[in-house]
């Protein structure tokens, strides 16, 4: 079994040398999951980067508890690495998130609430309120 299935919610989350966003995207994540009200665990899927990234996600999975990683022998772009972070996760539900965190991960939260009545939830970010 895979250890992804015993989660609520897998965050699939492709890096590609991010070493300076990684220390605020953990960040993030810790607090989303400490807040959530599912058992949420994170994803990381390493597309072959090229600095620290790699070193970085192996040592944060090693200390911190529902973070795993996959890490990827050649480069796929985001499209490759989210599909090889899809089959390896077999959670109920599966969220996507950027590295570089341009969307609250406790938009998950508010997502949940609309499962019971969908097969499929989609958020989508308001622009405008970044200007």
Do not use: W
Not at 15 to 24: A, K
Not at 52 to 65: E, P
Not at 104 to 109: Q, R, S
Not at 112 to 124: I, Q, R, S, Y
């Amino acid at each position: 079994m895979n250890i992804t299935a015993s989660y609520e919610l897998t965050v699939v989350i492709p890096i590609f040398s991010q070493e300076e966003s990684l220390p605020e995207l953990f960040s993030a994540l810790e607090k989303y999951k400490h807040k959530s009200t599912h058992r949420v665990c994170v994803l990381f899927v390493d597309d072959a980067s090229t600095d620290k990234s790699l070193t970085l996600i192996r040592d944060h999975c090693a200390k911190v508890q529902d973070s795993f990683y996959i890490s990827l022998l050649c480069r796929n772009g985001i499209s490759g690495a989210l599909k090889a972070g899809l089959l390896h996760t077999f959670s109920d539900n599966v969220g996507y998130l950027d590295p570089e965190i341009k969307l609250d991960p406790l938009v998950f939260e508010k997502l949940f609430n609309k499962l019971p009545d969908a097969g499929m939830v989609c958020g989508e970010r308001d622009f405008s309120k970044n200007r």
